[in-house]
């Protein structure tokens, strides 16, 4: 069955930094590009990075480009998302999600269909 699981969320002040996983099972994340979503309370879901399948190509959406960088590791079937500068406006959960691609130079958000249950990530003094 496959299934992706975020760790790493946690209360932080405003300026550090938090590292978020995913880890997947059931399925080789070789085959997949991986894409970090979050939503906000009140707020719609929205796309905040993405990375093909073997990391040539990354995403990020205005709101987190310079602060934030994703990563992954094949061999341990996991994929990261490294957040510096937070600010409260990042105050979300995080989700990550999984997209079975042919292509090795592409990600996008829309492709996304399969998607962990989030982890949250709370920014304040």
């Known amino acids: 069955q496959l299934q992706l699981v975020e760790s790493g969320g946690g209360l932080v002040q405003p300026g550090g930094s938090l590292r978020l996983s995913c880890a997947a099972s059931?399925?080789?994340?070789?085959?997949?590009?991986i894409g970090w979503f979050r939503q906000a309370p009140g707020k719609e879901r929205e796309g905040v990075s993405c990375?093909?399948?073997?990391?040539?190509?990354?995403n990020y959406a205005d709101s987190v480009k310079g602060r934030f960088t994703i990563t992954r590791d094949n061999a341990k079937n996991t994929a990261y998302l490294q957040m510096n500068s937070l600010k409260p406006e990042d105050t979300a959960v995080y989700y990550c999600?999984?997209?079975?691609?042919?292509?090795?130079?592409?990600?996008?958000?829309?492709?996304?269909?399969?998607w962990g249950k989030g982890t949250l990530v709370t920014v304040s003094s």
């Open positions: 999600a999984a997209e079975r691609l042919s292509a090795w130079l592409q990600c996008r958000f829309s492709g996304m269909d399969n």
């Open positions: 990375i093909s399948r073997r990391g040539g190509v990354t």
């Open positions: 059931g399925f080789t994340l070789d085959y997949y590009a």
